[in-house]
């Protein structure tokens, strides 16, 4: 049964500096991985996604890499800006499927000026 | 890029009533649209598998005859919460699969708001 963990569940960091989030998974047979960015009482918007064929896919000032055989994802954020702030989901397809997603619980980041 | 809405945003309804969430695809057709439930300060929790012109398939848990799910057309899935009590009070966000093969990117809607007093 897939499972799906971020850690830290929450980050406070001074504007500029570069930050790691990480995500596992316990089923490592996965299609691909998502990351999205939540703001407070707000919808889900996509921020990256790397298939299993991949091992990285980058986005601006974010990079997200893939390690299937460890499973692992780590979303790097290159000098956080306030506007950064937000929760920061991963999500996996569910264990044989390719399109239900499970979530982690999320990272809360808070950027301070 | 893909667009999805819902509406209503937000709702308010007493206990007992029923209430109609559409989530709409604006500029694909979506075969596969999913309804996901999100509870203050936790993740989304998949709820149902919406799939245009058939059943929708519902998670472990989800008592299918309290939260209805009609894929009508290719663009609009709706979920209709019968008998709301205030348990169900949540953040209701769908998302749409692009048709294609393989695991193809989700496109999330902006969520509804639902409170039942």
């Known amino acids: 049964k897939q499972e799906v963990t971020q850690i830290p569940a929450a980050l406070s960091v001074p504007e500029g500096e570069n930050l790691v989030l990480n995500c596992s998974f316990t089923?490592?047979?996965?299609?691909?991985l998502q990351w999205f960015r939540q703001d407070p009482g707000k919808g889900l918007t996509s921020l990256l996604l790397?298939?299993?064929?991949?091992r990285e896919q980058t986005s601006g000032r974010l990079n997200a890499s893939l390690d299937k055989s460890s499973g692992r994802s780590t979303l790097y954020i290159a000098a956080s800006q306030p506007g950064d702030s937000a929760t920061y989901l991963c999500?996996?397809?569910?264990?044989?499927?390719?399109?239900?997603?499970?979530f982690g619980a999320g990272t809360r980041l808070a950027v301070h000026p | 890029g893909a667009v999805v809405s819902q509406h209503p945003s937000w709702v308010i309804c007493k206990s007992g009533t029923s209430v109609k969430i559409e989530c709409r695809s604006l500029?694909?057709?979506?075969?596969?649209m999913f309804w996901y439930r999100q509870f203050p300060k936790q993740s989304l929790m998949l709820m149902a598998t919406?799939?245009?012109?058939?059943?929708?398939?519902?998670e472990q848990g989800v008592e299918k005859d309290k939260f209805l799910i009609n894929h009508a057309s290719l663009t609009l899935s709706t979920l209709t919460v019968t008998s709301a009590h205030p348990e169900d009070s949540s953040f209701y966000i769908c998302?749409?699969?692009?048709?294609?093969?393989?695991?193809?990117?989700?496109?999330f809607g902006p969520g509804t708001r639902l409170t039942v007093t």
């Open positions: 998302s749409a699969v692009k048709p294609g093969q393989g695991a193809r990117e989700q496109y």
């Open positions: 089923d490592s047979a996965i299609y691909n």
């Open positions: 790397i298939q299993s064929s991949q």
């Open positions: 999500a996996a397809p569910f264990s044989g499927g390719y399109n239900k997603l499970i």
């Open positions: 500029d694909f057709q979506a075969t596969t």
């Open positions: 919406s799939n245009e012109g058939s059943k929708a398939t519902y």
